[in-house]
């Protein structure tokens, strides 16, 4: 791992035969308190971490220790007060003291992978070798994050993502029919209630069917039971790790340590690991059938009622349409943009992408009603 490359190992610039310009002492200042405000967020996410994840935030807090050692080491009587962090480091900080989640790693992770070490003359090969291996050691524990919330997060987005977008494509198509506005708003808790009971049963139904059928795919412990039963010149065991996906070598092996028979030194590996309990969830990743319907049906009624909520407050027309508008733009910004987070993206592009999206799906239902009021009219 990074904490075992030291930027002694390196060249460093040297910069006895000139004095370093102003630029540099600027530029190495901002280094000197990014890598302080990162060597504290990586702390303060060991803290809420247990084990092998508290060793591995703890030795990058390490990494960046040295990396601030090289910067003052440079700045020498320059250093001066410490300044303040950049605003992304400082929100970083304050996500890492104040919630500890998969968040504030997968904006490490972005904030590694953005390090300008590599192109900066001043900084080590090392240094920038680290940065780079930390992207990658950051990207693997938000990875762990992201598999345990995955199942029920994605019902979350879908849900609200499928709210806002559903309803406020509904809304739209209904002001434009020429309908009244209590219509309107009828209308959108009919299709909040309706929409919000359909992603809650589909999205029981299609995690509980996964699990069921991941689980068909997991070997029993029937070869356990009948291995000493069978017959040694029909054997019938070596099949089934044969069609496990097993070598021959391999499921030579297994068959005669099932059948007692091992008594050579032979290749260790060639040992399946003991299979997992039966009480560890093989399956961490799919999420619950009940906790994915619970929250698509809680964030698409969250994503839903946004639509309506001018109109539950009393405006009608074209401002409720508006404000209906903007309030959706908004969430579908947020919604995109934590998505971005997660996937180690940038939250903006992403933002604007279900932005878009979503606008345009209402714009579109918005037309197809005029079309259908000027008809039926």
């Given at each position: 791992m990074s904490q075992h490359a030291h930027p002694s190992h390196h060249h460093t610039p040297a910069l006895d035969e000139a004095q370093p310009t102003p630029s540099d002492i600027r530029r190495w200042r901002q280094y000197l308190a990014d890598e302080r405000a990162e060597a504290a967020v990586y702390r303060d996410l060991a803290q809420n971490r247990q084990g092998e994840e508290r060793d591995i935030l703890l030795a990058l807090a390490e990494a960046e220790g040295r990396h601030e050692e090289h910067w003052l080491r440079l700045l020498g009587e320059h250093a001066g007060k410490p300044r303040p962090a950049s605003l992304r480091s400082q929100l970083l900080g304050f996500l890492a003291r104040?919630?500890?989640?998969v968040?504030?790693?997968a904006l490490a992770q972005r904030a590694e992978g953005r390090s300008p070490y590599a192109k900066d003359p001043n900084a080590t090969e090392?240094?920038?070798?680290?940065?780079?291996?930390?992207?990658?050691?950051?990207?693997?524990?938000?990875?762990?994050?992201?598999?345990?919330l995955a199942g029920t997060f994605r019902a979350a987005v879908f849900g609200a993502n499928d709210g806002l977008v559903s309803n406020l494509s509904l809304v739209m198509?209904?002001?434009?029919?020429?309908?009244?506005?209590s219509v309107v708003l009828l209308s959108g808790i009919a299709g909040l209630l309706?929409?919000?009971?359909s992603m809650g049963a589909g999205e029981f139904i299609s995690v509980r069917s996964q699990r069921e059928l991941l689980a068909a795919t997991r070997p029993t412990q029937v070869t356990l039971a009948a291995a000493p039963k069978l017959d040694l010149e029909h054997n019938e065991?070596?099949?089934?790790y044969l069609a496990r996906g097993m070598s021959q070598e391999a499921a030579q092996h297994r068959v005669a340590e099932r059948m007692g028979l091992l008594s050579c030194d032979c290749d260790p590996s060639l040992s399946l690991h003991p299979e997992l309990p039966d009480d560890e969830d093989q399956h961490e990743a799919v999420g619950?059938?009940?906790?994915?319907?619970?929250?698509?049906?809680?964030?698409?009624?969250?994503?839903a009622i946004v639509p309506i909520l001018p109109f539950l407050f009393g405006l009608t027309g074209v401002p409720a349409l508006v404000v209906a508008g903007v309030l959706v733009g908004v969430a579908l910004l947020a919604t995109g943009g934590i998505v971005g987070l997660l996937s180690g993206t940038s939250p903006l592009t992403r933002g604007l992408r279900q932005l878009a999206i979503g606008l345009g799906a209402a714009a579109v239902t918005y037309l197809l009603g005029?079309?259908?009021?000027t008809v039926v009219g």
């Open positions: 104040h919630f500890g989640s968040f504030v790693l090392a240094m920038a070798a680290d940065e780079q291996i930390h992207e990658e050691v950051v990207r693997g524990l938000a990875t762990r994050g992201r598999n345990r198509g209904m002001a434009a029919s020429g309908v009244a506005s309706a929409g919000a009971m065991l070596l099949l089934v619950t059938a009940w906790g994915a319907a619970l929250s698509s049906f809680c964030f698409f009624a969250s994503g005029l079309v259908f009021g």
